[in-house]
T-cell receptor
């Protein structure tokens, strides 16, 4: 069974803190993704990675960075958290060939105060 | 950039009723996906569609890949309270694995 796990379900951080969100998948997928989800806006792609040490910007990369040192692990980093980064963060992975169905983790609800 | 228009935004229905929702786009997609998200959880894949005109069922759920490849429909028959959640459509473009998501349809089912 496909499994994507995220390190925390809920996080509360202060403005200016450095925040790490971790995601691990056990399907040996090459592709991994970070989205943020806000009411009325659906899912917006922050970054994705198609291989170890490879990354591509998504639609809203500003204020975020990522790290992919191992195939199974994809980390999202908020260098200096701001209140407008309060959101639900979803990690996903997908199969290495078409049809690229994406499988999601349970999400991390981040609150920045 | 590419956009998906998903409608309706929300639906309030009585248990036992059938439900229909749809997604349209100005872009042609190679694949359509339908997900359900329960409160506080990540989206779970319900149905994947790979060919124009394809009709696929998963229990009480039926989805269709539009012939123009620019739209897709999801129907839920005989709704039950556990159908409550947000339903997302997603389209994948030709030649790539980038996925575009609709804004979601929030379904409320009254017992």
């Amino acid at each position: 069974d496909v499994k994507v796990t995220q390190s925390s379900r809920y996080l509360v951080k202060r403005t200016g803190e450095k925040v790490f969100l971790e995601c691990v998948q056990d399907m040996d997928h090459e592709n991994m993704f970070w989205y943020r989800q806000d009411p009325g806006l659906g899912l917006r792609l922050i970054y994705f990675s198609y291989d170890v040490k490879m990354k591509e910007k998504g639609d809203i990369p500003e204020g975020y960075s990522v790290s992919r040192e191992k195939k199974e692990r994809f980390s999202l980093i908020l260098e200096s958290a701001s209140t407008n980064q309060t959101s639900m963060y979803l990690c996903a992975s997908s199969s290495p060939s078409e049809p690229y169905e994406q499988y999601f983790g349970p999400g991390t609800r981040l609150t920045v105060t | 950039g590419q956009q998906l228009n998903q409608s309706p935004q929300s639906m309030f229905i009585q248990e036992g009723e059938d439900v229909s929702m749809n997604c349209t786009s100005s872009s042609i997609f190679n694949t359509w996906l339908w997900y359900k998200q329960d409160p506080g959880e990540g989206p779970v894949l319900l149905i994947a569609l790979y060919k124009a005109g394809e009709l696929t069922s998963n229990g009480r759920l039926t989805a269709q890949f539009g012939i123009t490849r620019k739209d897709s429909f999801l129907n839920i028959s005989a709704s039950i309270p556990s159908d409550v959640g947000i339903y997302f459509c997603a389209g994948q473009l030709t030649g790539g694995f980038k996925t575009i998501f609709g804004a979601g349809t929030r379904l409320f089912v009254k017992a």
